[in-house]
């Protein structure tokens, strides 16, 4: 768990900090799949930021907002039973 290790806490309360470099490395290293390594430096952050939650979340509806939030903010999930659409379907609601 993160919280067992402090050079983790260490690195995740300096993320603001780290150069763009590192960043990558620490996006593969963490395991940041949806990581877009041509996004901006901001989005890059925001990106290793929530990767902790995305992945203790993982395959909820929340993992999912999270993810897509931060490459485009605003970023909103309806299921299928909200919009009477086919049983275990969503949509993906983007503000472009």
């Known amino acids: 768990?993160?919280?067992?290790?402090?050079?983790?806490l260490t690195i995740y309360a300096n993320i603001d900090k780290l150069p763009e470099d590192l960043l990558?490395?620490?996006?593969?290293?963490?395991?940041?799949?949806w990581y877009l390594y041509?996004?901006?430096?901001a989005s890059k952050r925001a990106q290793i930021k929530s990767c902790f939650y995305v992945h203790r979340h993982y395959g909820t509806k929340g993992e999912i907002i999270e993810a897509l939030s931060d490459l485009c903010p605003g970023t909103d999930i309806e299921e299928w039973f909200e919009y009477d659409g086919d049983p275990?379907?969503?949509?993906?609601?983007?503000?472009?």
Do not use: H, P, S
């Open 1 to 8: 768990m993160l919280y067992d290790n402090n050079d983790l």
């Open 24 to 33: 990558d490395i620490l996006a593969k290293d963490f395991k940041v799949d």
């Open 38 to 41: 041509n996004g901006t430096l």
């Open 88 to 96: 275990y379907f969503f949509r993906v609601l983007v503000e472009a």
